[in-house]
């Protein structure tokens, strides 16, 4: 069907059986959305194609290099697109280490914390600007919003001499505590943004018919916010897991997460490659299980809820 | 219902207390010290440390210096003198690479916007229009926006390091000598050829956010009409796009400006000083925390005004058209 057709079809009074009018449907609703495009069927594949090999070829390299032995990743003469014999000892060395295994039980356990954190209070704040006006509250929510663009860098020196002065220095509650600074207001942003989906005459209904608050927050709105709590929770654990900077100023030997371990993993013989790109390559595991459910989410999650 | 609004906020409000507001203002107060480690008694300077840092020049105490010098013997005040001027030193070198750490963040931030923002919505606008294929197209394009971020500081080395990267051998056969540990340019192109990979995706799906909200009647008028593809894209979707592109445009500058993890890894801010951005150049000032509080708050004080000129401008568009 080329345009000119349609656009005759278009006015065409509906006809009397069903089987053509949904036919015409079709037709028409296909060139409605023909003119989206502003390059044609040929130049937008060539565009997708050649932004998707720029997107996926640093990562194969990363796996390529994961399963190849440190001699052949350092030979310069074979640097080839496909491992010779692939080998699985980098990987066995990370899952037999101690050392390895602890930092990543560390990441998980300072990331746990800190997304229990940031939703318990979360979820009460973001119903309070949800809900309610009061003196201040425009104020207030913007602020959160400056927090969540603060650079780290600004609070490290102080978080640490803060966190030395009560005694929590180097142990996973200050580095969940500390990365409350973004999370906390990202968590508040994305959870005000469903709540307000979330039409107000449904609490008072629930108020009017006698339910009292806190039956009415678990029984009937906190499973209504459940996938809200999930997109809140994903995006704390993302940015939690992902972040270096405050984590490497919190932490030292004993508590030292994945992300820092990383950047020290420099053996005496020089860089260790190939169980390097192997732990690079478990880290990233996560968030690449999760495109798949979050992908509709992702966009609310960057843009703090406002998309 | 003011107390009770308060009350749910307690929590909330405990946890920024103990990790913004306390540490800023603890930086506020280290600004206006001057802090040498290992000396326990900070020393008030008021505004000194904002002037060095700025590169103006302190304000000279007639009354205080010459009584001071006549007391002490000649070996000593030449000792002390020696001491001062290598400090001024230090200061002015540290003045001078702050306003060029300034400059290089400004230079990255721009030239990442220039780049990002058309080829996010040109990938948004060559999305396919199956389901399916959007929905492989999306999962492929939310993985770099899901690796945490030392991770893709990571994968970037990997990939471009002379020694074990792809790049090097594949420049080699157009006949251009990668060196991204040594060359500055290379070094700079890297690490936005690596924050374009990294971020790209987010305008992508900022715009296909964008997109999906343009009613289909747009286009049949549009068609109707006999407007261009150019006329379409212009007319059409160009200005119902406004808001999800100026939220681009927001995230992107307060992101990069807080750019730390990938530059440390991928170059650790060399070669030299060449992409040293703002963060890494007050990570960079542990020592002295009386100057790395005052380039700090002048850091935060650039970074809040440009959250607030973009939020502004976002805040106008909404109200004009409150179809988003």
Not at chain 2, 12 to 37: C, D, E, G, K, Q
Request: hydrophobic share 50%; glycine share 8%.
């Amino acid at each position: 069907m080329n345009a000119s057709s349609d656009r005759i079809a278009l006015p065409a009074p509906a006809p009397a059986h069903t089987g053509m009018t949904s036919r015409l449907v079709r037709v028409t609703h296909r060139a409605a959305r023909a003119p989206l495009i502003a390059l044609g069927r040929g130049k937008r594949l060539l565009v997708l194609w050649g932004f998707f090999l720029f997107l996926l070829l640093p990562l194969y390299w990363m796996v390529n290099c994961s399963l190849k032995t440190n001699t052949e990743i350092q030979d310069s003469g074979s640097r080839g697109l496909v491992p010779h014999d692939i080998t699985l000892a980098n990987y066995a060395a990370i899952l037999g280490s101690g050392d390895w295994l602890g930092s990543f039980f560390n990441s998980f356990l300072y990331v746990g914390l800190n997304v229990a954190l940031c939703v318990i209070a979360a979820v009460p704040a973001a119903y309070a600007f949800s809900r309610w006006r009061f003196r201040g509250d425009k104020h207030l929510f913007f602020w959160l919003l400056t927090n969540r663009m603060a650079p780290g860098a600004v609070f490290m020196t102080p978080m640490i001499a803060l966190y030395s002065s009560i005694g929590i220095y180097d142990t996973h509650w200050a580095v969940a505590l500390a990365h409350c600074l973004f999370n906390l207001p990202l968590a508040i942003w994305i959870l005000e943004g469903f709540m307000s989906g979330i039409p107000k005459e449904l609490d008072e209904t629930a108020f009017i018919d006698g339910m009292g608050f806190g039956r009415f927050f678990r029984k009937v709105f906190l499973p209504l916010i459940k996938p809200g709590i999930g997109v809140a929770a994903f995006f704390c654990f993302l940015f939690s897991w992902t972040e270096l900077l405050l984590a490497k100023s919190l932490t030292e030997e004993a508590t030292m997460p994945i992300v820092v371990k990383l950047t020290t993993c420099c053996g005496a013989e020089g860089w260790d490659w190939g169980v390097f790109t192997a732990a690079g390559v478990l880290t990233m595991i996560p968030g690449m299980l999760m495109v798949f459910f979050i992908r509709n989410y992702i966009a609310k999650g960057f843009a703090m809820g406002r998309v | 219902m003011t107390n009770r609004a308060w009350l749910f906020l307690a929590p909330a409000l405990f946890l920024v207390a103990m990790n913004a507001f306390i540490p800023l203002m603890t930086v506020v107060n280290y600004s206006l010290h001057n802090l040498i480690p290992g000396v326990r008694e900070a020393e008030y300077v008021g505004l000194d440390n904002y002037r060095d840092v700025l590169h103006v020049p302190a304000e000279e105490d007639p009354a205080a210096a010459p009584a001071a010098e006549e007391e002490l013997d000649p070996e000593w005040a030449a000792w002390i003198a020696e001491g001062e001027a290598e400090m001024a030193e230090v200061e002015t070198s540290k003045a001078s690479e702050f306003g060029d750490a300034i400059g290089r963040q400004f230079l990255f931030t721009f030239l990442i916007l220039a780049i990002e923002i058309p080829l996010g919505l040109a990938v948004a606008l060559c999305l396919p229009r199956s389901s399916w294929g959007t929905t492989a197209s999306l999962v492929l394009l939310g993985i770099p926006l899901l690796i945490p971020w030392n991770i893709v500081g990571m994968v970037w080395r990997v990939f471009t390091r002379s020694d074990i990267g792809l790049l090097a051998p594949v420049f080699a056969i157009f006949g251009y000598e990668y060196q991204p540990a040594t060359s500055p340019v290379d070094a700079w192109w890297t690490t936005v050829a690596m924050d374009v990979w990294h971020w790209t995706p987010l305008v992508v799906f900022l715009c296909y956010a964008g997109l999906k909200t343009i009613p289909e009647p747009y286009f049949r008028a549009a068609e109707i009409d006999g407007a261009s593809r150019w006329a379409t894209f212009r007319h059409v979707i160009l200005p119902r796009l406004r808001y999800v592109l100026i939220l681009a445009v927001l995230l992107r500058t307060i992101d990069s400006f807080n750019i730390y993890t990938e530059p440390a890894i991928l170059t650790g801010g060399g070669p030299g000083s060449t992409t040293t951005f703002m963060s890494f150049f007050v990570n960079n000032l542990k020592d002295s925390k009386g100057l790395l509080a005052a380039v700090s708050m002048i850091y935060l004080f650039i970074v809040i005004m440009l959250c607030y000129v973009l939020f502004t401008i976002m805040q106008n568009l909404t109200r004009e058209k409150p179809a988003l």
